[in-house]
């Protein structure tokens, strides 16, 4: 059963017989690192090549040399790995200069395409509008033989950049602008991460792309919608090859989210000015900053398949993007208690120490419950605490009982403040018999309270963070006047120890506190957000 429009065009090119297995590639061009628009490509390169029980080839457009690096590459091929993605071929639009430049020479020799001596600047003036045609250039008219002279000419460096082109030769008046005589090849001395400086021409992606489609058995060449204007370009290139089976490109929408970058380009501003940590900063949108912010590659997945394929552009809260991420956390992150701003609790009638069982995800029956140190000095939040409470405080105030989690019932006796009113400290008295999970005092405890043992607590910094971009009411338009460079915010914590001895990277609820991941840096203890913990967004 097709799940989207595009397994349905597939089902369609199967019953006819068109082809028999389905290829895909997935097309980065290694200018930057992958974002999660890019998670969006993959989960449907991938995995409708995968439903079909087909391939999908990692495919690098690599055809503009000066942006491109192998940083870049290696940041890409491990991007896609984390996801859980796994490519047929490693191919680069390079490995096939020599053929594309071969099947430049049979356009021309059939006089299907010609070198232009205009500059760039001339092409796009005499290109026309959407509602004019263009203008033919004077240099249409050579001959071939004239042309495969001056394109040899071209390749073997006789000319500056921007001297000469090749064009296709299809038609000035089309309504498609992008038939207009298209430039396939221009000139550019520049040293190419691969084939160095073998070529002083390079193609030009719509003309490239459907051949590295073709060389690559590609079936179904999946994109973005603002390449349904080139699809005439695509075939064109296709039909005049003699390409049979003809790759067929199908178009879908972006995924766009709200406050967030999505263009490599305003992310590598980011971090070329120093915005940002870098690459991988965990406010960052690329699939790096989002590893390292400790969101699991199944939320990636999951949000994708949740946001579903269509071909209606459209902006994704990105609240519901947290409210995925939440959710599966929910499901698997274990519990842990750390205390953000700490009040210090004395237990007065407690002495000794006892380990509380400790349930580490109530909603994960195989979990099961790890030992928290009990004792007589604990640390609560202050915000738990109040000596002037309002209507309806859940909370501890003097004569009230709340629960310490996993542990007793405590009611709040005496405020310690110092010369300023400030409460220091707040003395309560346990009930023995009132312990979780065998509770025998028949008191009504109003709320629950997360807890640290004073002696046995670590510090922990503790970060928060904010979106990176503003709401799109935020003054200008311009992602530059959006940036919140005021986005990342530190804390110090107590923490349970057993948050220091857990592996790095490790996600966890603390508890009443949001998601964080776990991290050692110089030896301290890092808790950083990964999602808040109340859901604001309407699913
Ligand atoms: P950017 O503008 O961020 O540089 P791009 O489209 O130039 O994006 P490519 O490296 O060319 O980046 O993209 C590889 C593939 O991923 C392309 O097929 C592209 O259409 C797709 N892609 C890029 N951004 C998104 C997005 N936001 N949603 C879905 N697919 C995307
Ligand atoms: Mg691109």
């Not at 974002?35 to 391939?55: L, P, Q, R, V």
Request: hydrophobic share 35%; glycine share 6%.
């Amino acid at each position: 059963m097709a799940d989207n429009f595009i397994e349905q065009f597939i089902d369609e090119d199967l019953a006819a017989g068109k082809i028999s297995s389905i290829q895909t590639r997935f097309p980065p061009e290694p200018n930057g690192y992958l974002h999660i628009g890019h998670a969006k490509s993959m989960f449907i390169n991938f995995g409708t090549a995968e439903k079909y029980h087909g391939k999908c080839n990692l495919f690098f457009d690599d055809t503009n040399p000066s942006k491109e690096k192998t940083e870049y590459v290696d940041a890409i091929r491990r991007d896609i790995l984390w996801l859980g993605y796994h490519w047929e071929k490693e191919v680069y639009a390079s490995d096939f200069f020599d053929v594309i430049y071969e099947y430049a020479e049979k356009l021309i020799k059939e006089g299907k395409a010609f070198v232009c001596d205009l500059s760039a600047d001339e092409i796009r003036e005499t290109r026309g509008t959407l509602t004019e045609p263009g203008k033919e250039s004077p240099y249409r008219n050579r001959t071939p033989e004239e042309n495969l002279t001056l394109f040899r000419e071209m390749r073997d460096g006789k000319y500056q950049d921007g001297e000469k082109c090749l064009r296709a030769k299809i038609d000035m008046a089309s309504p498609n602008v992008n038939l207009r005589d298209p430039v396939i090849y221009r000139i550019l001395h520049a040293t190419h991460h691969r084939t160095g400086d073998k070529w002083c021409i390079y193609p030009m992606y719509d003309y490239a792309h459907p051949i590295c489609d073709f060389l690559q058995g590609v079936t179904h060449s999946l994109c973005t919608l603002e390449f349904e204007d080139h699809r005439p370009l695509y075939d064109w290139v296709g039909v005049n090859l003699g390409f049979s089976p003809k790759p067929r490109q199908i178009e879908f929408a972006r995924l766009n989210l709200t406050n967030l970058v999505m263009s490599k380009r305003y992310l590598k501003k980011l971090v070329e000015e120093g915005s940002v940590h870098g690459w991988d900063d965990p406010r960052m949108p690329t699939l790096a900053g989002l590893r390292n912010r400790g969101i699991p590659a199944e939320a990636i997945k999951d949000f994708c398949q949740r946001a579903g394929v269509t071909k209606a552009q459209s902006e994704c809260e990105i609240g519901y993007f947290e409210a995925v991420v939440r959710d599966y956390l929910n499901l698997h992150a274990p519990r842990a208690m750390a205390v953000v701003d700490p009040l210090k609790l004395t237990v007065t009638n407690y002495e000794g120490e006892e380990d509380a069982d400790f349930e580490i995800n109530q909603l994960d029956e195989n979990a099961g419950t790890r030992k928290v140190k009990f004792g007589k000095e604990l640390y609560i939040e202050r915000g738990d605490f109040s000596l002037d409470p309002p209507p309806k405080y859940h909370r501890l105030k003097i004569g009230s009982y709340c629960r310490l989690k996993s542990a007793y019932i405590v009611r709040a006796d005496e405020a310690v403040t110092d010369e300023e009113g400030n409460v220091v400290e707040v003395r309560c008295t346990y009930f023995p018999e009132s312990r979780s999970g065998n509770d025998t005092s028949g008191i009504k405890a109003k709320g629950v309270l997360h807890w640290v043992n004073a002696e046995t607590c670590v510090d922990a910094e503790l970060r928060q963070y904010e979106h990176l971009l503003r709401d799109a009411d935020y003054s200008g338009q311009d992602f530059s006047e959006r940036i919140d460079l005021d986005s990342e915010h530190i804390f110090s914590a107590k923490a349970e120890p057993y948050l220091k001895e857990a592996a790095d990277g490790t996600a966890f609820q603390l508890m009443r506190t949001g998601y964080y991941k776990k991290a050692t840096e110089n030896g301290k203890l890092v808790l950083s957000e990964i999602v808040s913990l109340k859901d604001n967004f309407n699913k």
